[in-house]
């Protein structure tokens, strides 16, 4: 009897530049077993019926990219208690033709700082943005107590919802939760300063003032493959700065241990990626 590898795509709009493919099949050779991974470019509007065609042909799970993560949440049958709450699903198994849907970016952002030594436990914090993003990693930032989470975006009305959605889960956890004009009057420094907006692809502006940034502040970009308009702010202050591959790998990976109850090795996965000549920033 022929071995037919279990089929996974990563689905999104655009979706050319995602690297999930190649990390997938990086952890799955560490393993030894093969899988199919491929992306598929899927829009909106036609993600019901896409969805439904991944059921008929038998597909083993998705990944979720944007800017389908809260669609995926709408549409799954199932979800986890942290997709539930952060009202996002980035990892989707299909079980008994059935969509269970997780997220896995949180615990992605905090492996990877925590794999550069960026402890948030009380931390002053600043989190730049309030979409579905900045959204799908804020329970894992709470979780991990920073003292002070603040939170800013271009349009501060919608990081005043946010607060107001998250406002119950930081006080479970002890965190001071609150929004911050950054292009007010407040001088203070932050000890990280996390982007989760994408102004690195539709500006040459960084969303963050230089004041508010000093040379013990950790700058945390989510976008990766270029350096963004706030790391270049970053270095040139004599601050840290790092980009978002990390995560990626990380937030891969768990992804990979939800859908094969194994979990891989990411250290060494940057160097391969670069052996495979990938035209990223690493």
Not at 229 to 255: H, T, V, W, Y
Request: net charge negative; proline share 4%.
């Amino acid at each position: 009897m022929s071995f037919i590898p279990k089929q996974f795509a990563v689905i999104g709009h655009p979706i050319n530049h995602s690297l999930s493919p190649n990390i997938h099949l990086l952890f799955a050779k560490e393993f030894d077993f093969p899988i199919g991974y491929e992306r598929v470019d899927i829009d909106r509007e036609s993600l019901l019926r896409r969805l439904d065609e991944f059921k008929e042909k038998e597909y083993s799970g998705l990944n979720v990219t944007l800017p389908l993560k809260h669609d995926a949440y709408l549409l799954c049958q199932e979800l986890s208690k942290k997709a539930q709450l952060c009202e996002s699903v980035n990892t989707i198994s299909i079980k008994n033709n059935q969509l269970h849907g997780d997220t896995t970016d949180g615990i992605g952002l905090i492996r990877d700082l925590a794999n550069k030594g960026i402890n948030l436990n009380q931390a002053r914090c600043l989190l730049v943005g309030a979409g579905g993003v900045a959204n799908g990693v804020m329970a894992d930032i709470i979780e991990c107590s920073p003292s002070e989470l603040y939170l800013t975006n271009r349009t501060i009305e919608k990081s005043i919802l946010m607060e107001s959605y998250w406002k119950n889960y930081a006080k479970k956890h002890s965190v001071l939760l609150k929004v911050e004009e950054i292009q007010g009057e407040n001088l203070s420094y932050y000890d990280v300063i996390i982007n989760a907006t994408s102004a690195g692809f539709s500006s040459e502006i960084s969303p963050i003032p230089d004041r508010i940034i000093n040379n013990e502040t950790y700058c945390y970009d989510m976008t990766y493959g270029m350096e963004t308009p706030f790391m270049k702010q970053a270095l040139k202050l004599n601050a840290r700065a790092c980009d978002g591959l990390g995560m990626l790998i990380e937030q891969a990976a768990e992804s990979f241990r939800i859908w094969h109850n194994l979990l891989p090795q990411t250290q060494n996965i940057k160097k391969e990626l670069q052996l495979l000549k990938l035209n990223i920033n690493i």
